[in-house]
């Protein structure tokens, strides 16, 4: 006898096939049962807003973290699926999206759950999807047509990021037949989108509002030390901790301070032993890391590498950390349980100056204080000014009769004064207006050119159009944007990144994007149409041709700063020894240092270049280029990613370098067209590509690991301790196997013979730097030097063969100064026993003709 499927539970709710969608009273009832029967009853404001929304309303819900607004989604996508109808949940972090899909998964079954990303899908078909908000402006803007009859707008104060806040406006003014819940628990006034949205749509937009949290808050404006507040909520059990900063430098070197007060007991320290045991702590800060958390302190922030951050979310949610020192990163996305959050400071630097928390800063991060389920309160707590705290102390001691009292202590440099009365304030206050982002953009034009059976003047542009004059913003931005738009269409033009075809008997002409760009073809960056213009000035026969494209692509990105300045310091050390030893004076010594710059390659060529292109492109306006080289230096120099980070002390920053080099191969993945990827660009593509692999796959898995969307759905994702293995992708084992070979050739080249020796897999012992000097003389005996320039790094140079099992043999050519590659480094590698990962893989058989 078959078993008989079970259904979700939300999904054995919904209309069988053949009948009838539901009415609005039956939705709710069954709606009511489905909370009932999870033991849960839903609080006024829940009940409220669903009540608005089987009235057909738009709904702005705003009411705190914990509230239960996932509910009120839920419902909507029931509302939705009982009608027969399409929705969307949107939120800012991909991590929440994959999370949310799970869980509606798990309500209302797989087959009726999709989720979309920038680059592959699961069940795009399907009545509910999850996605980013620009996935769904995106879509806004390629499908007019689009089937989006609802959307959930998760963290909806979003609206009001600089940089991605024209996403979540979009659909707002793209998608007229739509019906959004906009949630966020700290959502000031709205009237201005309210109103908008009622013009554009017909229909009206209630308004939810609750101060109510199921999880109370208590405030406490401390002025004692920092250490003994920590001391004090921990013997209160007012743990886990979360130690709000405002730098990365500041977490770090709180966590460090921390080090000095024993919060674990032996049995819990033996607890987070074990519970590491699996864990990878493989790059040059891990050891550090890993110190801290084994003295149960968690650290949190963009610094750190992915796989730490999961890392600390996932002993976080055991109960293992008492305090995570982290940065004001926690509002949204982050998966750590807390009970207090401390704030060391209620001042930051907001991208302009340092100035105080505003309202919903402040509001954001507090609320994750106190877990529904778990606690009954949750406590946020504000640090008086370090120099308070310690005037305090001082006039105890006088007050004590104390001699020698020091005088009181001014702020701290780079100050903003803050009190009591300002933890009050932001407490009480009501969150800032939300300001509208709108901009167009190349991408913007590009993608509404994308959709299907566009004309020129009665299509793509003249929706573009019809979206500025939509938009939130004053009638003198939509002047200043549509000026912007013509001219961003008649560069793409120029550009022949878009096409103009005449229609016949001179009807309308059709616009669409250039037939040869790759698929996913993107003008993400600014200065991408400056990347193609000027890839055609470079000569693709030269040795350096697959760097000079590198260093093109690394000049239209963000600077880097630490990075960059990490390179700066280096280069101004090493001058200064210089001039020291040439007996050059103070003074004379300082104004040459402040000639130095980081490194630039093909530096006169990319400001002389971008300064034309400027001229022909007045667009660019303030826009500046940014010559540099990292990943170029990288490669340059046979370094890898641990070599690297040493190399200049970004032990605190590795997460920031990590996120550059994914930037990079994105970039060359996405925006170099293919007709300028040689077979040696190829090969940088596959190296980077290597790189991020081997030392976190985290964001190479975001990025492209919904392309088995069966082996997606099987399972919810679970923070893996053990990285996969790189064997199991060819291309990216290949490209691991040359860089090396290339590290070993250098060191090799160079005569550093016990550097070399390290670089072997040399478990039998058959090899020393005596040996393998006396290996490579003969070739210095008729060669002299080892070339060491690109041409010695091409692929061809290299050989990959497979042996059995998880093994291998491998050869790299030694190029001497005549061109030649008749000497061979020849090595195996074999895994059979091992992981990649557990040390250097190449065994050297022999060196020779």
């Given at each position: 006898?078959?078993?008989?499927?079970?259904?979700?539970?939300?999904?054995?709710?919904?209309?069988?096939k053949?009948?009838?969608?539901?009415?609005?009273?039956?939705?709710l009832?069954?709606?009511?049962?489905?909370?009932?029967?999870?033991?849960l009853?839903l609080?006024?404001?829940?009940e409220?807003a669903?009540?608005e929304?089987?009235?057909?309303?738009?709904?702005?819900?705003k009411?705190?973290?914990?509230?239960?607004?996932?509910?009120?989604?839920t419902?909507?996508?029931?509302?939705?699926?009982?009608?027969?109808?399409?929705?969307?949940?949107?939120?800012?972090?991909?991590a929440?999206?994959?999370?949310?899909?799970?869980?509606?998964c798990d309500?209302?079954?797989?087959?009726?759950?999709?989720?979309?990303?920038?680059?592959?899908s699961i069940n795009r078909?399907?009545?509910?999807?999850?996605?980013t908000?620009?996935?769904?402006?995106?879509?806004?803007?390629?499908?007019?047509?689009?089937?989006v009859?609802?959307?959930?707008m998760?963290?909806?104060?979003?609206?009001?990021?600089?940089?991605?806040?024209?996403?979540?406006?979009?659909?707002?003014?793209?998608?007229?037949?739509t019906?959004?819940?906009?949630m966020s628990?700290?959502?000031?006034?709205?009237?201005?989108?309210?109103?908008?949205?009622?013009?554009?749509t017909?229909?009206?937009?209630?308004?939810?509002?609750?101060?109510?949290?199921?999880?109370p808050?208590?405030?406490?404006?401390?002025?004692?030390?920092?250490?003994?507040t920590?001391?004090?909520?921990i013997?209160?059990g007012?743990?886990?901790?979360?130690?709000?900063n405002?730098?990365?430098?500041?977490?770090?070197?709180?966590?460090?301070n921390?080090?000095?007060?024993d919060?674990?007991t032996?049995?819990?320290?033996?607890?987070?032993?074990?519970a590491?045991?699996?864990?990878p702590?493989?790059?040059?800060?891990?050891?550090?890391?890993?110190r801290f958390?084994?003295?149960g302190?968690?650290?949190?922030?963009?610094?750190l590498?992915?796989?730490y951050?999961?890392l600390?979310?996932?002993l976080?949610?055991?109960?293992?950390?008492?305090?995570?020192s982290?940065?004001?990163?926690?509002?949204v996305g982050?998966?750590?349980?807390?009970?207090?959050?401390l704030?060391?400071?209620?001042?930051?630097?907001?991208?302009e100056?340092?100035?105080?928390l505003?309202?919903?800063?402040?509001q954001?991060?507090?609320?994750?204080?106190?877990?529904?389920?778990?606690?009954?309160?949750?406590?946020?707590?504000?640090?008086a000014p370090?120099?308070?705290i310690?005037?305090i102390?001082?006039?105890?001691?006088?007050a004590?009769?104390?001699k020698?009292?020091?005088?009181?202590?001014?702020?701290?440099?780079n100050?903003?004064?803050y009190?009591?009365s300002t933890?009050e304030?932001l407490?009480?206050?009501m969150?800032?207006?939300?300001?509208?982002?709108?901009a167009?953009?190349h991408?913007?034009?590009?993608?509404?050119l994308?959709?299907d059976?566009?004309?020129?003047?009665n299509?793509?542009?003249?929706?573009?159009?019809?979206?500025?004059?939509?938009?939130h913003?004053?009638?003198?931005?939509?002047?200043?944007?549509?000026?912007?738009?013509?001219?961003?269409?008649?560069?793409?033009?120029?550009?022949?990144i878009?096409?103009?075809?005449?229609?016949?008997?001179g009807?309308?002409?059709?616009?669409?994007?250039?037939g040869?760009?790759?698929?996913?073809?993107?003008?993400?960056?600014?200065?991408?149409?400056?990347?193609?213009d000027?890839?055609?000035?470079?000569d693709?026969?030269?040795d350096t041709y697959?760097l000079?494209?590198?260093?093109?692509?690394?000049?239209?990105?963000?600077?880097?700063?630490?990075?960059?300045?990490?390179?700066?310091?280096?280069?101004?050390?090493e001058?200064?020894?210089?001039?020291?030893?040439?007996?050059?004076?103070?003074?004379?010594?300082?104004?040459?240092?402040?000639?130095?710059e980081?490194?630039k390659?093909?530096?006169?060529?990319i400001?002389?270049?971008?300064?034309?292109?400027?001229q022909k492109?007045?667009?660019?306006g303030?826009?500046n280029?940014?010559?540099?080289?990292?990943?170029?230096?990288?490669?340059e120099r046979?370094?890898?990613?641990?070599?690297?980070?040493?190399?200049?002390?970004?032990?605190?920053?590795?997460?920031?370098?990590?996120?550059?080099?994914?930037?990079?191969?994105?970039?060359?993945?996405?925006?170099?067209?293919?007709?300028?990827?040689?077979?040696?660009?190829?090969?940088?593509?596959?190296?980077l590509?290597a790189?991020?692999?081997?030392?976190d796959?985290?964001?190479?898995?975001?990025?492209?690991?919904?392309?088995?969307p069966d082996?997606?759905?099987?399972?919810?994702?679970?923070?893996?301790?053990?990285p996969?293995e790189?064997?199991?992708?060819?291309?990216?084992?290949?490209?691991?196997?040359?860089?090396?070979?290339?590290?070993?050739?250098?060191?090799?080249?160079?005569?550093?013979?016990?550097?070399?020796?390290?670089m072997?897999d040399?478990a039998?012992?058959?090899?020393?730097?005596?040996?393998?000097e006396?290996a490579?003389a003969?070739?210095?005996?008729?060669?002299?030097?080892?070339v060491?320039?690109?041409?010695?790094?091409k692929?061809a140079?290299?050989?990959?063969?497979?042996?059995?099992?998880?093994?291998?043999e491998?050869?790299?050519?030694?190029?001497d100064?005549?061109?030649?590659?008749?000497?061979?480094?020849?090595?195996?590698?074999?895994l059979?026993?091992?992981r990649?990962?557990e040390?250097?893989?190449?065994?050297?058989?022999?060196?020779?003709?």
């Amino acid at each position: 006898m078959a078993t008989p499927e079970i259904q979700a539970p939300l999904a054995a709710l919904l209309p069988k096939k053949g009948e009838p969608p539901l009415d609005a009273d039956e939705i709710l009832n069954r709606f009511v049962g489905y909370v009932a029967a999870n033991g849960l009853s839903l609080y006024s404001a829940q009940e409220e807003a669903i009540l608005e929304l089987l009235a057909g309303k738009h709904l702005f819900l705003k009411t705190p973290t914990g509230s239960g607004k996932s509910l009120v989604a839920t419902a909507l996508h029931f509302k939705a699926m009982a009608e027969g109808k399409v929705s969307f949940y949107t939120c800012p972090i991909k991590a929440l999206v994959n999370e949310k899909f799970f869980a509606l998964c798990d309500a209302f079954g797989a087959e009726n759950v999709g989720m979309l990303t920038g680059d592959a899908s699961i069940n795009r078909d399907a009545p509910i999807i999850c996605c980013t908000a620009e996935i769904l402006a995106n879509l806004a803007l390629r499908d007019a047509s689009a089937r989006v009859d609802y959307v959930v707008m998760d963290e909806f104060h979003y609206y009001s990021d600089r940089e991605r806040g024209v996403a979540w406006q979009l659909p707002l003014i793209a998608l007229p037949d739509t019906t959004f819940l906009l949630m966020s628990a700290t959502l000031g006034p709205t009237h201005v989108i309210e109103e908008s949205l009622t013009k554009l749509t017909g229909r009206e937009v209630a308004t939810v509002r609750s101060a109510e949290r199921p999880v109370p808050l208590d405030f406490d404006y401390r002025e004692s030390p920092l250490h003994e507040t920590i001391e004090d909520l921990i013997a209160r059990g007012k743990y886990p901790i979360y130690l709000v900063n405002f730098t990365q430098r500041t977490a770090a070197e709180q966590a460090q301070n921390l080090m000095s007060v024993d919060f674990s007991t032996k049995e819990e320290k033996e607890a987070i032993r074990l519970a590491l045991q699996d864990a990878p702590f493989d790059t040059p800060y891990g050891k550090e890391f890993q110190r801290f958390l084994r003295h149960g302190i968690g650290m949190h922030h963009a610094g750190l590498l992915p796989k730490y951050r999961l890392l600390v979310e996932k002993l976080a949610q055991h109960g293992h950390l008492k305090v995570i020192s982290g940065t004001d990163t926690l509002g949204v996305g982050v998966n750590i349980p807390i009970r207090t959050v401390l704030f060391t400071q209620l001042f930051k630097f907001n991208g302009e100056k340092l100035t105080t928390l505003s309202v919903r800063d402040f509001q954001q991060i507090a609320g994750r204080a106190g877990r529904k389920g778990f606690d009954t309160q949750g406590s946020v707590v504000a640090q008086a000014p370090e120099y308070v705290i310690e005037n305090i102390k001082l006039a105890a001691k006088e007050a004590a009769g104390k001699k020698k009292t020091p005088k009181a202590k001014p702020p701290q440099k780079n100050f903003v004064q803050y009190d009591r009365s300002t933890f009050e304030r932001l407490q009480n206050g009501m969150p800032e207006p939300l300001e509208s982002r709108f901009a167009v953009s190349h991408g913007m034009i590009l993608n509404l050119l994308q959709s299907d059976h566009q004309t020129e003047g009665n299509g793509g542009y003249k929706r573009l159009v019809t979206l500025v004059q939509r938009s939130h913003d004053s009638d003198y931005l939509k002047r200043r944007h549509l000026k912007e738009a013509a001219r961003d269409f008649r560069t793409l033009r120029g550009a022949e990144i878009i096409e103009v075809e005449k229609g016949q008997g001179g009807s309308g002409a059709t616009v669409k994007v250039a037939g040869e760009m790759q698929h996913d073809f993107s003008l993400n960056h600014t200065l991408s149409l400056y990347l193609l213009d000027t890839l055609e000035l470079l000569d693709p026969t030269t040795d350096t041709y697959a760097l000079d494209v590198v260093s093109l692509v690394e000049a239209i990105l963000e600077n880097p700063d630490v990075v960059l300045y990490a390179q700066l310091n280096q280069l101004k050390g090493e001058k200064i020894n210089e001039l020291k030893a040439q007996g050059v004076e103070y003074d004379d010594r300082m104004a040459e240092l402040e000639k130095l710059e980081w490194p630039k390659p093909n530096r006169d060529f990319i400001y002389g270049t971008f300064n034309k292109f400027a001229q022909k492109h007045p667009w660019v306006g303030e826009e500046n280029i940014r010559p540099k080289s990292i990943v170029r230096d990288m490669f340059e120099r046979f370094m890898s990613f641990p070599d690297y980070i040493r190399e200049y002390g970004l032990q605190r920053s590795e997460g920031v370098l990590l996120r550059y080099v994914n930037d990079t191969y994105k970039t060359l993945v996405q925006t170099v067209p293919e007709r300028f990827r040689t077979e040696e660009v190829e090969d940088f593509i596959d190296h980077l590509r290597a790189t991020l692999r081997q030392v976190d796959s985290s964001l190479l898995d975001e990025w492209e690991r919904m392309r088995n969307p069966d082996a997606a759905v099987e399972a919810k994702p679970v923070v893996e301790l053990k990285p996969k293995e790189l064997t199991d992708d060819p291309k990216a084992f290949a490209a691991r196997v040359r860089e090396e070979l290339h590290r070993l050739l250098k060191a090799l080249g160079q005569k550093r013979y016990m550097d070399a020796l390290a670089m072997l897999d040399n478990a039998l012992g058959e090899w020393t730097a005596p040996k393998l000097e006396q290996a490579m003389a003969p070739y210095f005996e008729e060669h002299k030097v080892v070339v060491l320039t690109p041409q010695a790094r091409k692929p061809a140079n290299t050989f990959l063969k497979e042996s059995g099992t998880r093994l291998w043999e491998t050869q790299q050519r030694i190029i001497d100064p005549e061109g030649h590659g008749d000497w061979m480094i020849d090595c195996e590698i074999d895994l059979r026993d091992r992981r990649l990962d557990e040390g250097p893989i190449l065994m050297l058989r022999r060196i020779g003709v």
